[in-house]
């Protein structure tokens, strides 16, 4: 009969007791902590270690590794394996850094075509340019190690995130000035007149949606069949009859939306706009236009119009890269998302005739946009 060992006894908790059980008969634990749990629980019975080893289906070695972890420092430390490094790295610090600089050109700069690193192409260059370099032990490197070494600099040298520049010094008080036109439009009502403003005031943002498609048809859309065809079928190829152009603006009170669908985006077409919203509202009345830069809203045919009507129209303009002030394109995003969605044609006057169409039904149920966060403090 086998002796017993001459080790402590390892005493439990019903908490850990609980849990080794739990865990040696987990069909989704590590293998490994499952059999260390296994151990622990044998040797706490008071089984022998040749009975251990045979129960477990492990070594002589694994057996006295885990019990001799769990007595010196605890039942967790006998279920995980012990950090060590057999021998110091053979990448220095000083290799990695070069990894990390090649990282932060360009392939372009090495005179390479491509614009930016793949992580192989990454690993093609540091290998073959290691021994120069001074760091031979990189000449064999593959793309799991220079991985590694981008992955704990938090390098991705294969990844490119956007951002938009300020060009416009002026961005911060182009900004406040919309947005406190957008708090006046939030605290009166609709063309509200009282002492300090005896003449109505009513603000319309304005803006293009140019290079709108007008895509044909190939073949005719198959409609969906039960328990046949659940979507809509269509041809993958498409015909391209042109392009056109919506020019739009909405009463930001109302949420009434003017139109005009045209060929092209002139000054022409955005005066034709402008006499639109002029006939709409009373002739005392006060138009404050939330607009963009544009060349049509400021040329000199545009001028010459505005200078027709002296005191009827007042713009606000927002900053360079500040689309994303002007409420039309909630409108604009609305037209995307509903009856421009999927359309095809087959003309450009079809086109033309949907988008009026879809407008008159967005104004038979107008919807009204506000911007409703304000910080009106100059940044």
Same mark, same amino acid.
């Given at each position: 009969?086998?002796?017993?060992?001459?080790? @402590?006894?390892?005493?439990?908790?019903? /908490? *850990? &007791?609980?849990?080794?059980?739990? %865990? #040696?008969?987990?069909?989704?634990?590590? !293998?490994?902590?499952?059999?260390?749990?296994?151990i622990?629980l044998?040797?706490?019975?008071?089984?022998?270690?040749?009975?251990?080893?045979?129960r477990?289906?492990?070594?002589?070695?694994?057996?006295?590794?885990?019990?001799?972890?769990?007595?010196?420092?605890?039942?967790?430390?006998?279920?995980?394996?012990?950090?060590?490094?057999?021998?110091?790295?053979?990448?220095?610090?000083?290799?990695?850094?070069?990894?990390?600089?090649?990282?932060?050109?360009?392939?372009?700069?090495h005179?390479?075509?491509?614009?930016?690193?793949?992580?192989?192409?990454? @690993?093609?260059?540091?290998?073959?340019? /290691? *021994? &120069?370099?001074?760091?031979?032990? %990189? #000449?064999?490197?593959?793309?799991?190690? !220079?991985?590694?070494?981008?992955?704990?600099?938090?390098?991705?040298?294969?990844?490119?995130?956007?951002?938009?520049?300020?060009?416009?010094?002026?961005?911060?008080?182009?900004?406040?000035?919309?947005?406190?036109?957008?708090?006046?439009?939030?605290?009166?009502?609709?063309?509200?007149?009282h002492?300090?403003?005896?003449?109505?005031?009513?603000?319309?943002?304005?803006?293009?949606?140019?290079?709108?498609?007008?895509?044909?048809?190939?073949?005719?859309d198959?409609?969906?069949?039960?328990?046949?065809?659940?979507?809509?079928g269509?041809?993958?190829?498409?015909?391209?009859?042109?392009?056109?152009?919506?020019?739009?603006?909405?009463?930001l009170?109302?949420?009434?939306?003017?139109?005009? !669908?045209?060929?092209?985006?002139?000054?022409?077409?955005?005066?034709?706009?402008?006499?639109?919203?002029d006939?709409?509202?009373?002739?005392?009345?006060?138009?404050?236009?939330?607009?963009?830069?544009?060349?049509?809203?400021?040329?000199?045919?545009?001028?010459?119009?505005?200078?027709?009507?002296?005191?009827?129209?007042?713009?606000?303009?927002?900053?360079?890269?500040?689309?994303?002030?002007?409420?039309?394109?909630?409108?604009?995003?609305?037209?995307a998302?509903t009856?421009?969605?999927?359309?095809?044609?087959?003309?450009?006057?079809?086109?033309?005739?949907?988008?009026?169409?879809?407008?008159?039904?967005?104004?038979?149920?107008?919807v009204?946009?506000?911007?409703?966060?304000?910080?009106?403090?100059?940044?």
């Amino acid at each position: 009969m086998s002796g017993k060992t001459s080790r @402590a006894a390892l005493a439990l908790t019903a /908490a *850990e &007791e609980e849990m080794l059980g739990d %865990l #040696a008969r987990s069909r989704t634990a590590p !293998v490994r902590e499952a059999e260390r749990a296994k151990i622990l629980l044998a040797y706490v019975e008071n089984r022998s270690i040749t009975e251990v080893m045979r129960r477990v289906g492990v070594g002589r070695t694994t057996v006295y590794k885990c019990i001799d972890k769990a007595l010196a420092d605890g039942v967790a430390a006998g279920l995980k394996d012990a950090y060590h490094r057999p021998h110091e790295p053979e990448i220095g610090e000083e290799a990695k850094a070069w990894v990390v600089s090649l990282a932060c050109t360009k392939p372009k700069d090495h005179g390479r075509a491509a614009e930016v690193w793949s992580i192989s192409a990454l @690993a093609e260059f540091v290998s073959s340019h /290691a *021994e &120069e370099a001074g760091h031979p032990r %990189l #000449a064999q490197a593959g793309k799991s190690t !220079v991985w590694r070494i981008l992955n704990e600099r938090q390098i991705k040298p294969h990844k490119i995130r956007y951002y938009l520049e300020r060009r416009d010094p002026d961005f911060d008080r182009k900004m406040q000035e919309v947005l406190m036109v957008y708090q006046d439009v939030a605290l009166y009502r609709e063309g509200a007149v009282h002492d300090a403003r005896p003449n109505p005031i009513y603000t319309v943002s304005v803006d293009e949606k140019p290079g709108v498609q007008a895509l044909g048809l190939t073949a005719p859309d198959l409609p969906p069949v039960p328990d046949k065809a659940a979507t809509l079928g269509r041809d993958y190829e498409y015909v391209r009859h042109g392009t056109v152009s919506i020019l739009a603006g909405i009463d930001l009170h109302s949420g009434h939306i003017f139109e005009r !669908v045209e060929d092209r985006h002139r000054s022409a077409e955005f005066i034709e706009l402008l006499k639109d919203i002029d006939a709409h509202y009373p002739p005392e009345a006060l138009v404050r236009l939330v607009l963009d830069n544009h060349s049509a809203h400021i040329s000199k045919e545009t001028r010459a119009f505005l200078a027709t009507r002296p005191g009827r129209f007042e713009y606000v303009h927002t900053p360079k890269h500040g689309s994303w002030l002007n409420l039309i394109e909630c409108a604009f995003s609305k037209m995307a998302r509903t009856f421009l969605r999927h359309i095809r044609v087959s003309s450009l006057d079809e086109l033309k005739t949907r988008i009026r169409q879809g407008v008159d039904e967005m104004n038979a149920a107008p919807v009204v946009f506000r911007w409703k966060k304000f910080d009106l403090a100059i940044a």
